[in-house]
């Protein structure tokens, strides 16, 4: 099994960054992408973006195209996948989760939450206007 780890949520205003965290442990060779999702009150989780656990091809929704980047940071077998958020916006106030999906179903439609099996707890991303 994959357990994931979510830490970097927070309040801040218009305008400015936050770094997401999403550190992977346990069976982590069996991961094919991890993804970040997120939920606001009252509206149903949505993809944000996907990375391709080997090979780093990496996926935007429109939204968040040009302001956020995902990355993976394997070094010395952390295994965490980032999210830099920039410009962040009211409208991105949400809760953000990261998942992996480790039956290669998310290789086509990488933005379908069913293809994600194993989910954090989410963070929380507070954006003032």
């Known amino acids: 099994q994959v357990q994931l780890v979510e830490s970097g949520g927070g309040l801040v205003q218009a305008g400015a960054s936050l770094r997401l965290s999403c550190a992977a442990s346990g069976r982590t060779f069996s991961v094919y992408q991890m993804g970040w999702f997120r939920q606001a009150p009252g509206k149903e989780r949505e993809f944000v973006a996907a990375?391709?656990?080997?090979?780093?091809?990496?996926?935007?929704a429109d939204s968040v195209k040009g302001r956020f980047t995902i990355s993976r940071d394997n070094a010395n077998a952390k295994n965490t996948v980032y999210l830099q958020m920039n410009s962040l916006q009211p409208e991105d106030t949400a809760v953000y989760y990261c998942?992996?999906?480790?039956?290669?179903?998310?290789?086509?439609?990488?933005?379908?939450?069913?293809?994600?099996?194993?989910w954090g707890q989410g963070t929380q991303v507070t954006v003032s206007s």
């Open positions: 990375f391709r656990w080997n090979g780093g091809t990496t996926y935007y």
């Open positions: 998942a992996v999906d480790t039956r290669a179903l998310s290789a086509r439609y990488y933005y379908t939450l069913p293809n994600y099996n194993i």
